[in-house]
């Protein structure tokens, strides 16, 4: 299609609209008033609008001061990082629970005129969805709760009844929450305390049947006193021997000198057997002995450690669940307006008076063409089916 063509359809269309503008003008103009007047009988709506912000909350505190290195990695990894988000608030916001509660505390089956509606509490609950907003500010960092109502004191009481509901429903779920982390970490502290309180128990009684109060320092003191006889008896033997060589078997010193190595011999065999003081136990028990104090020395620093590690996890435990009962702080609450914010009646007359004028052009141009086109469009039909 060039130029001259399309500028002769475009006067062409310019003529037909020229000779058909008083029905363009009555449409346009019929629309334009009865926009006015439907405007005019739309109900005023009101917008009501609170803005809250959540207390800072971290929940390394405690722990970050007492433990250190991996310790407080893994703490922090238990108990949660920083509370920096909506979510928690968003998803009380937008459940059933609370928005049936609004529902209750304002009528509002009856206030939207639904109480012969098939279901009327569904159909409630997705007019008050679409009459509520939650927006989350993403520059400021601040949730606000929009409202929108026919009555300007429903609508701000009905904004700030959301706020007195999310902090009831927040505060009664991060309680149960922390309760329930408090709960299974006295639990498990009780359990080591008394892992460890029997793994002393068992100490002491081991000390008390077999007489060992510290096995490494009576061994240390035992192995020297071994030493010591050893090297009394062999000085014993050689002093023995030089006396025999001297004055023969029958001598009085040889005798004294005999009774000396008997006793330093008895001495190590009653050491040997667990009869010195040193060391209560006889070296063939002694493996054993050893074995039961070193499995239990090592349950007992297991159970210390876990103790030490465990006793900071149990106090920020006790203090997460006392903060818990936290709620939203309101930056602005809301109050009854003032202004309308809906319907935009101005815009309503724009919109159906634009679009009533283009559909009224539209079809006298489609009209006009169908009148021009009529008889040739018909006879080629007629000539289709004779064919």
């Not at 916001?93 to 009856?110: G, K």
């Not at 922390?178 to 009780?190: D, G, I, L, P, W």
């Not at 297991?302 to 702080?329: D, G, Y």
Request: charged fraction near 20%.
């Amino acid at each position: 299609m060039n130029k001259s063509h399309a500028s002769e359809i475009l006067w062409e269309s310019a003529r037909i609209i020229l000779s058909r503008r008083w029905f363009v003008i009555l449409v346009t103009g019929i629309t334009a008033i009865a926009a006015v007047v439907i405007s005019l009988f739309l109900p005023n709506w009101y917008l009501a609008e609170t803005r809250l912000l959540i207390p800072g909350q971290t929940s390394g505190g405690l722990l970050s001061s007492v433990l250190g290195g991996r310790a407080s990695t893994t703490a922090s990894s238990l108990l949660g990082g920083i509370v920096s988000d909506y979510q928690q608030e968003l998803a009380i916001l937008n459940s059933r629970t609370l928005n049936q509660t609004v529902i209750q505390e304002f009528n509002l089956i009856e206030v939207y005129d639904l109480v012969d509606s098939q279901s009327p509490m569904q159909y409630t609950l997705q007019e008050l969805g679409a009459n509520t907003e939650f927006i989350v500010d993403d520059e400021y960092n601040y949730l606000a709760i929009q409202v929108f109502d026919k009555e300007p004191e429903r609508a701000a009481n009905m904004a700030n009844f959301f706020v007195t509901e999310l902090n009831r429903l927040g505060i009664e779920l991060s309680t149960e929450t922390a309760k329930a982390y408090r709960t299974t970490v006295e639990n498990r502290y009780s359990e080591i305390e008394d892992s460890l309180e029997t793994v002393l128990q068992s100490i002491r009684q081991l000390q008390q049947e077999t007489g060992v109060i510290d096995l490494p320092t009576q061994a240390a003191a035992f192995m020297e006193g071994l030493t010591e006889w050893r090297s009394q008896i062999f000085l014993a033997e050689l002093e023995l021997n030089n006396i025999l060589y001297l004055y023969g078997p029958d001598h009085s010193q040889t005798r004294a000198a005999q009774n000396a190595v008997k006793q330093a011999k008895d001495s190590y065999e009653l050491a040997l057997d667990g009869q010195e003081r040193f060391m209560p136990v006889s070296q063939d028990n002694l493996p054993e002995v050893a074995f039961q104090f070193a499995e239990l020395q090592v349950e007992s620093v297991i159970l210390t450690s876990l103790i030490e590690f465990a006793r900071p996890l149990l106090e920020e435990a006790r203090l997460s669940e006392e903060r818990s009962a936290k709620s939203v702080q309101v930056l602005d609450p809301a109050i009854p307006p003032t202004e309308k914010a809906k319907p935009w009646r101005a815009a309503i007359c724009v919109v159906s008076t634009m679009s009533a004028f283009m559909i009224s052009v539209l079809y006298v141009l489609m009209s006009t063409w169908w009148r021009r086109n009529y008889s040739l469009i018909a006879s080629k039909l007629n000539s289709s089916k004779v064919e």
